[in-house]
C-alpha cells in the first residue's frame, strides 16, 4: 500500500469504528471510542482535502531552522515561514473537528432537529466525503508532491517553551476527555419520565395539568423518553397509596418516547408513578429511582375503586401535544 494513502485509510478506519462504537455499545467504551470523532477525524479530513500537497516544512524539513535561533531572523520573508506539518495539522485538526461539530449542531437544530444518530450521521457523512475530495486531490499531484506522515523529530520547527505548552494542553484535554468517559454513569441519565394530561380549558399538554386531572379522574400519561441510540426496556410501577396497582413494561427504541395512558382510581389519598430502567424491584421508594411523580388524590364516600390493570399504550410521538 502506498504510504500516502496510510493516513487517509486510518482515519476512514476510526470512523467506521467510531460508527459501529455508536449504535452496538455504551458506557465508557462508547465514549472512548466516539470521542476522536468528534475532535480530531472531520478535521483532519477536511485539511487533507484543502492541503494535499506536501508542505514546505516537509521539503525544507532539514534546513528549517528552530525557533528562538540565532539565524531565525534571516529566514523571515523567505518560502518556509509558512510551514503545515504534522504538528500543526494535528492542531488544525482538532480545531476544525470542533468547529463542524458546532456548525452541525447549529445546523440540524434550525432544520430538522438534533440527536445522536443525526449527528453522527452528518459527521460519517462529512468525514467521508472529505477523505474521498482528499485522495482525489493527491492522487492528481506528482507522487513527490503527495502528503505523506512522517514519524521523525528532526527538524522541528519549535522550540522547548512552545512545545512545553503544547503538550500541557494536550495533557488538559486527555485529562479532561477521560474524566468524562470514565465518570460514573449513574451521575448522569440518558432517560426521561414525565406524567402530563391535556388542560381542558386551553387544550395544552403539561405535568401542570395532570394534577388536575388526577383530582377529577380524567386520564393522564406517562411519557417515557429514550435518548439512548439502542432501545431499552422500561417498567412504570402505580401505586395508590402505598400498594401497587399496576405495573407496566415498555419497550422503547433509541431517541424515541414512549407514553403509556391511565385512568385514575377514585379512592384513595395519594397515587404515586415510578418509572425503571429494566425490570421494577420488589420495594418501591424514592431511593430506588430517580423517576417520581406523586399526586393528590381526591377523597370519595364510595367503596369501589377503579383499577390500572388495562393501561393503553400509546404511539411514539415527538410532541407532548400529539395523540
Known amino acids: 500500500m502506498v504510504r500516502w494513502l496510510l493516513d487517509l485509510l486510518a ?36 485539511l487533507s482535502a484543502l492541503f494535499p500537497e ?35 495539522r494535528f492542531v488544525l485538526s482538532i480545531a476544525l473537528s470542533l468547529a463542524v461539530v458546532a456548525f452541525t449542531v447549529f445546523g440540524l437544530n434550525f432544520t430538522v432537529g438534533f440527536d445522536t444518530r443525526r449527528i453522527a450521521i452528518m459527521l460519517f457523512g462529512f468525514t467521508g466525503s472529505m477523505i474521498i475530495f482528499a485522495i482525489a486531490r493527491r492522487i492528481v499531484l506528482p507522487p513527490e508532491e503527495r502528503y505523506t506522515v512522517e514519524i521523525t523529530t528532526k527538524g522541528i520547527p519549535m522550540d522547548a517553551s512552545f512545545l512545553g505548552m503544547f503538550g500541557l494542553s494536550l495533557l488538559v484535554l486527555v485529562a479532561s476527555t477521560a474524566g468524562f468517559v470514565f465518570m460514573d454513569p449513574a451521575q448522569s441519565s440518558n432517560s426521561g419520565f414525565l406524567v402530563v394530561a391535556q388542560n381542558e380549558s386551553s387544550n395544552n399538554v ?10 377529577e379522574g380524567r386520564p393522564v400519561t406517562a411519557v417515557i423518553w429514550n435518548n439512548e441510540s439502542a432501545a431499552q426496556e422500561y417498567t412504570v410501577v402505580v401505586t395508590n397509596d402505598g400498594e401497587e396497582i399496576n ?11 414512549g407514553r403509556i395512558r391511565y385512568d385514575p382510581p377514585n379512592d384513595g389519598e395519594q397515587l404515586t408513578f415510578y418509572m425503571y430502567e429494566g425490570s421494577a424491584p420488589d420495594q418501591h421508594s424514592l431511593n430506588s429511582t430517580d423517576y417520581v411523580s406523586r399526586f393528590q388524590l381526591s377523597s370519595s364516600d364510595g367503596d ?9 399504550v400509546l404511539e411514539p410521538s415527538r410532541a407532548l401535544g400529539s395523540s
Open 206 to 215: 403539561s405535568a401542570q395539568a395532570a394534577e388536575t386531572a388526577v383530582v
Open 54 to 88: 506536501e508542505s514546505q516544512l516537509s521539503r525544507s524539513r532539514r534546513g528549517r531552522q528552530p525557533w528562538g535561533s540565532p539565524n531565525r531572523q534571516a529566514q523571515q520573508g523567505s518560502e518556509t515561514d509558512f510551514l503545515l506539518g504534522n504538528i500543526e
Open 11 to 46: 482515519v476512514a478506519l476510526l470512523s467506521a469504528v467510531a460508527g459501529v462504537a455508536l449504535f452496538t455499545l455504551d458506557g465508557p467504551a462508547r465514549t472512548a471510542l466516539v470521542y476522536p470523532l468528534l475532535v480530531f477525524l472531520p478535521g483532519y479530513a477536511f
Open 304 to 312: 369501589e375503586q377503579e383499577s390500572l390493570a388495562a393501561p393503553a
Open 247 to 257: 405495573e407496566t413494561t415498555r419497550t422503547v427504541d433509541g431517541g424515541e418516547e
